[in-house]
């Protein structure tokens, strides 16, 4: 992690699965404290810094329905994790789980446990419009953070977009206006760090876990949200509304002509985040202003609210690699000009969003610098992920010769 850390350009990781008892022990071994909260690797250089986080899945019934809901929890001191960890065993929680521990609890009784223990905990709700594990998740979620946190909904101040929502569907929900939109990378492995990315702005020198928690507000004090760099929500795999079983595809238009059950085989679709937004959006509308940066990035501003920081859509420089060069992610010869680009240009994010053009060009070939410069300005097409499906990402759409450029973007769709 903290070599990847370094590789992708994230200076704050969360430690992940502090509730797993051998995790735990990898990260008390091989971490301390380096400002208050904050940690690093023992006797290490590295600049990766870590806090420590943790995913719980609650899955309970209320109000006659069956919830499962995801959430992100930041704990302030390893003190504290260890008592939070006691007590959720204490109430059969089985925190030897691989991925993340299933609790029976309710997220009401989830909060009380960890601010019985330590107020300072950090609780947000993850990937919040997957329709399976999530809090506003056609399946299994609630229609507004009230309903789900009860008592606790003011003291909700972010929440997490996950991979299949971007801030501007955010934006258009009136239950989210007074709270932050953080987008985190979902990593399953080091590789696939920072698909998603908060940049905080810090104003003191030494980041401390008291300053990261204003950074989680959208009126918060000392440290900011300067920007989020997204994933293409499209590329997720719950956008569209579907089923996989049957090839279903529908768009919240089709959707709203077709209804909510498979055409083919009857049973009902899984409804995707796109149309759940709507949904819950009544009618809302908010269009996003695009800026185009210096290095050609296009950034995305909320028209009228200035404390909403702007976002910028990116695809993992190794999935542009792979499209450019036109052999699998997987490949060698993908990982070689990876490996060849940070060697002599420094960071993922840094070459995705930063570098020159020109210089990538010349630090590896023109067609890896053209398709760099294609994801900057948006000039691409996504075929959208539905119930499970991941979407597709193209950056030269194969028609005609091979290479030759539409210059369309499916990109419209998303306003
Ligand atoms: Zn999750
Ligand atoms: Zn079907």
Not at 60 to 84: A, E, M, N, W
Not at 128 to 146: A, L, N, Q, R
Not at 237 to 243: N, Q, V
Not at 354 to 376: C, H, L, N, T
Request: glycine residues 10%.
């Amino acid at each position: 992690m903290a070599e990847w850390g370094e590789k992708k350009g994230i200076d704050l990781l969360g430690t992940a699965d502090w509730t797993h008892p051998l995790w735990l022990k990898e990260i008390e071994t091989h971490l301390e404290e380096d400002g208050e909260g904050i940690f690093k690797v023992k006797g290490s250089e590295s600049k990766t810094r870590y806090v420590l986080s943790c995913e719980i899945s609650n899955i309970y019934t209320q109000g006659d329905k069956g919830r499962r809901i995801h959430t992100v929890f930041f704990s302030p001191s390893l003190k504290t994790v260890s008592k939070i960890n006691a007590e959720l065993k204490r109430r059969g929680g089985n925190l030897m789980s691989d991925g993340r521990p299933i609790l029976g609890l309710t997220v009401q009784e989830m909060c009380e446990v960890v601010w019985g223990i330590d107020e300072r905990v950090m609780v947000v709700p993850a990937h919040i419009w997957t329709p399976w594990f999530s809090m506003f998740g056609s399946k299994s979620g609630f229609d507004s953070v009230e309903e789900c946190f009860g008592k606790y909904a003011d003291r909700i101040t972010a929440i997490e977009t996950g991979l299949s929502s971007d801030p501007v569907m955010n934006w258009q929900i009136k239950d989210l206006e007074k709270r932050a939109i953080v987008s985190f990378g979902d990593a399953h492995s080091p590789k696939k760090l920072g698909r998603e990315v908060t940049v905080f702005e810090v104003k003191e020198d030494k980041l401390t876990f008291e300053a990261l928690k204003e950074g989680f507000k959208k009126e918060g004090k000392g440290c900011r949200i300067s920007y989020t760099l997204e994933f293409y929500p499209e590329e997720g795999k719950y956008h569209y509304t579907g089923h996989r079983k049957c090839g279903v595809r529908q768009s919240p238009e089709e959707t709203q002509k077709k209804g909510t059950s498979c055409h083919v085989c009857g049973r009902p679709l899984t409804v995707g985040v796109m149309h759940r937004v709507d949904e819950l959006a009544k009618g809302e509308e908010i269009k996003a202003v695009k800026r185009v940066s210096e290095a050609g990035v296009v950034g995305y501003y909320h028209p009228e609210d200035k404390l909403r920081p702007p976002y910028v859509m990116m695809v993992p420089l190794q999935e542009i690699i792979s499209e450019a060069v036109g052999v699998g992610v997987n490949s060698k010869r993908v990982q070689e000009v990876y490996e060849q680009l940070m060697a002599s240009l420094g960071s993922e994010l840094d070459v995705l969003t930063k570098v020159k053009i020109e210089e990538i060009a010349k630090a590896s070939e023109e067609r890896v610098a053209e398709a760099v410069d294609k994801v900057r300005q948006g000039k691409i097409v996504i075929n959208p992920g539905y119930d499970g499906v991941f979407g597709e990402v193209k950056i030269w759409e194969k028609v005609g010769e091979k290479g030759k450029v539409k210059g369309k973007t499916e990109q419209q769709t998303l306003f």
